[in-house]
């Protein structure tokens, strides 16, 4: 008799051991992390994209500044050999290297307009607009105003300068103010859209 009394309790042990488990499952089923949606890789990708820009942009903006704060003074207290000197290697090197950062920061903020708009934020839209805007003008200011100067200047030795050499510092550092304006503006709409969107 007592036989199939063990039976029947360890079937009824073994029924409850499964219930348990199958409501264990359950449970971990529903709080394990869900699978990334379309809308989250689209956010991923934005605050990718934006990121870069952002970061990007601030290489660039980062001259401005130095120029706000010590390089315009400086250049401007430098006699004709020093101000020949230190723009030449300044051109030498700006030359080598930050051509590439310019075409950088115009493909990644090309790239984020189509980005931005997708993301439904008008704020973000716009402030891709005006950065990228910000960087052609820069770069037409570049290619038409400073670099014909940095040519020029490029020609001259120690010995043998223009008369008016001043005139064509001031000339140079005119078109870098519109220059800094251009990207100082770009990058200040560009995180002001990034932070309130």
Do not use: E, H
Not at 80 to 90: E, F, G, M, N
Not at 98 to 111: D, G, K, Q
């Amino acid at each position: 008799m007592s036989k199939p009394d063990d039976r029947k309790v360890c079937w009824y042990r073994m029924a409850a051991t499964w219930r348990n488990l199958k409501r264990r499952s359950s449970v971990f089923a529903s709080s394990a992390p869900k699978l990334p949606t379309q809308m989250t890789y689209s956010l991923l990708i934005t605050n990718v994209v934006l990121f870069s820009c952002l970061l990007i942009y601030s290489i660039i903006v980062s001259q401005s500044f130095m120029y706000v704060l010590a390089l315009r003074n400086t250049q401007l207290k430098l006699d004709a050999t020093a101000y020949i000197q230190v723009r030449k290697l300044i051109d030498q090197n700006m030359q080598a290297k930050f051509r590439y950062v310019t075409y950088t920061a115009l493909i990644v903020t090309l790239l984020f307009i189509p980005i931005a708009y997708s993301s439904g934020s008008g704020l973000l839209f716009m402030s891709a607009l005006v950065a990228f805007g910000m960087l052609v003008a820069d770069t037409v200011i570049t290619v038409k105003g400073n670099r014909p100067i940095n040519a020029a200047i490029n020609s001259w030795t120690n010995d043998q300068y223009p008369p008016n050499w001043q005139d064509v510092r001031a000339k140079w550092l005119q078109f870098y103010q519109y220059r800094q304006i251009l990207n100082i503006t770009g990058f200040v709409v560009l995180v002001a859209g990034a932070v309130f969107r």
